[in-house]
């Protein structure tokens, strides 16, 4: 239980495009989902808390006008890169908490590899 | 802020060694840690969730220790096979990040046959 799945796992798309990645939780709901971003041999930087119904949470420093994010359902948040620029590639992972446990465990998907040209 | 340090970043064992993995948290007031295990090009796998009131966690080969008042956690993998290799990331969740968690950069394990 308590799989995530991101998709698509990799894209690559001309500058000046937008481009959407979705996170679903597949066997359980999550009001809470977090979107997180993984430079080359650094730490994953937390970019916005994503929750149901409600406007994300976004980190200082991450522009939420160039990275939207929309939580429609207890299974799906998307990420959306608008306008997209190189400096914009990345491995973009998202992680959901379950409503349903109490434990504060976090599972995370398999990420998405964006290659902006 | 929280940060997280993760010693050594890179490590090199020959199968069959028992090895040990370090992690530091600078504000002991956290809520959990979890350690993760990170494939090239791939998503996190959680290994270990210890919680506050929690000492260790044990997982197969796997043992994680939590020192919280030193800051400190182990992740102790026993007789290492080279299935093990990935990088291996320690996160702590502590009052200022919700429910988000603080990463440290990793440790980049290669266990060779």
């Known amino acids: 239980g308590a799989v995530v799945s991101q998709h698509p796992s990799w894209v690559i798309c001309k500058s000046g495009t937008s481009v959407k990645i979705e996170c679903r939780s597949l066997d359980f709901q999550a009001t809470t989902m977090f979107w997180y971003r993984q430079f080359p041999k650094k730490s994953l930087m937390l970019m916005a808390t994503s929750n149901e119904g409600s406007k994300a949470t976004y980190e200082q420093g991450v522009e939420k006008d160039k990275f939207l994010i929309n939580h429609a359902s207890l299974t799906l948040s998307t990420l959306t890169v608008t306008s997209a620029h190189p400096e914009d590639s990345s491995f973009y992972i998202c992680?959901?908490?379950?409503?349903?446990?109490?434990?504060?465990?976090?599972?995370f998907g398999e990420g998405s590899r964006l290659t902006v040209l | 802020k929280q940060e997280v340090t993760q010693i050594p970043a890179a490590l090199s064992v020959p199968e069959g060694e028992n090895l040990v993995l370090n992690c530091s948290f600078t504000?002991?007031?956290?809520?959990?840690l979890q350690w993760f295990r990170q494939d090239p090009g791939k998503g996190l796998t959680s290994l270990l969730l210890i919680q506050s009131s929690q000492r260790e966690q044990t997982s197969g080969r796997l043992n994680a220790s939590l020192d919280k008042s030193s800051g400190r956690s182990t992740l102790y993998i026993a007789a290492s096979q080279p299935g093990d290799s990935a990088t291996y990331l320690c996160?702590?969740?502590?009052?200022?990040?919700?429910?988000?968690?603080?990463f440290g950069k990793g440790t980049s394990l290669l266990v060779t046959p």
């Open positions: 996160a702590v969740r502590d009052p200022n990040s919700g429910y988000a968690l603080n």
């Open positions: 992680s959901a908490r379950s409503d349903s446990r109490n434990t504060g465990e976090l599972f």
């Open positions: 504000d002991s007031a956290i809520y959990n």
